[in-house]
């Protein structure tokens, strides 16, 4: 956005009642702890635009993210950067919504011209607070996918009377890959995961079969001497089953950080995100997961199973296998379900796959699976000093392999651990 609008003035937040109530019933800020929302504001600012401003021009460069908090803003779609604005071409921003969220995602110019149509106050984020700070907060994220959503609803309406089949597609497809970034920003980005446990060597990825889905993985460090993973995998595709995985995972950080509360355990936690998953599920989605936590000194693996695919478990100078699992129905149907713990200890060296079924049932073009059989035949395979990275790496080459070329039918999404276990005591002489 430029930096020299006419008559623009910059307001320093302050204690405004106004301003702080217009703020807080945006709903993108809606569950955000009112401490951590007053907290940002203070390194944010207001800036008032007069009617008849051109915020935006197709081209302009633009770090900043606005949020309208009062007055009306015109949106007019341009099809290249060079184009005029077009009346026809318009819809309205109402209040408290975001403007200018797709070029920071995309690290892409400005693609729309943005008008203000009466005297129009907005909210200035600097892109630095949106990555560092915003895009941390689950609310903010969940929040932002279903404003997506509902700007390509409209972006919908609007294309049918006034655009080229062509243009409406390619607005819907870079909505469809900011929510997918958005997305993809809720899950560890660190690697190696886990990085601080050195008795570990944790991997993941996760490919799509659509811009956004519903697998995942995640990784909790619980204590020094404790870490949590889980991985999972939500019913459907696409925008429903992305704001369903970041409620499953959102749930799932809050009831972890209650395992070392006296008298709750990981299958008293499971079922308690279970019973909140069952809430407010019209659509009856569902989500299969398995959940452990290691304690990196012994290597016992405590975990519980809702549903999902039993991991494998190649032990040192053994063959691969996939680990018993206690019954555990999948999550978000039956409030009333119950989970059992199951236990086992890993062995320095031995290693664990976790996987969604996107990589058992890939199919070649005469339509046969991968098969979990193959996956243990690779496992078998891969040398004893082969980091978790590596492991991730040439197990899904080894699908995409399979498939051919063929359009990928589900997420896939794989998670490895090696136990490395504690470091040998050094002996020092006196």
Known sequence: MSDSLPNDTVLSFGESHDDWEAIAGCELFQGVQPVLLKDLLQRCSIQSFPAGSTLTEPGQENHTLYILLGGHLMVYLAETEDAVLNPEMGFQIPVGECIGEMSIIENKPVSAYVVAATECRLLSIPESLFWDELMSWPEVVKSMLTGLSSRMRRLDKVAIKTLEE???????????????????????????????????????????????????????????????????????????????????????????????????????????????????????????????????????????????????????????????????????????????????????????????????????????????????????????????????????????????????????TIMTLRYKGEPPEVSTRD
């Not at 200890?345 to 031995?350: R, V």
């Not at 004893?384 to 040439?394: P, R």
């Open 166 to 412: 062509r243009l409406r597609f390619e607005q819907i497809e870079r909505d469809l890959k900011a929510a997918a970034q958005i997305q993809s920003n809720i899950l560890p980005q660190e690697k190696p995961l886990l990085a601080q446990y050195h008795q570990v060597d944790v991997a993941a990825s996760i490919e799509p079969a659509r811009e956004v889905g519903g697998d995942f993985f995640d990784t909790f460090p619980i204590d020094e001497h404790t870490v949590g993973l889980a991985i999972g995998d939500v019913s459907g595709k696409g925008i429903p089953a992305a704001l369903f995985m970041i409620r499953a995972v959102t749930i799932l950080r809050a009831s972890i950080a209650r395992l070392n509360i006296q008298d709750e355990n990981l299958a008293s936690i499971f079922s308690a995100v279970n019973r909140q998953l069952c809430e407010s599920n019209p659509n009856c989605l569902f989500v299969t997961i398995f959940l452990g936590t290691l304690d990196v000194r012994t290597g016992k693996l405590t975990y519980v199973h809702g549903g999902h695919n039993r991991p494998f478990l190649k032990r040192v100078n053994e063959g691969s296998a996939m680990i018993p699992i206690p019954d555990g129905m999948l999550l978000g149907i039956f409030a009333e379900a119950e989970y059992k713990l199951a236990e086992l200890t890993l062995g320095k060296g031995d290693l664990l796959v976790m996987y969604t079924d996107g990589v058992t049932e890939a199919r070649d073009r005469d339509g046969q699976f991968f098969m979990e059989e193959r996956v243990t035949s690779i496992l078998d395979q891969l040398p004893a000093t082969i980091s978790s990275t590596d492991i991730v790496s040439v197990l899904g080459n080894r699908v995409k392999n399979f498939t051919e070329q063929m359009p990928q039918s589900d997420d896939i």
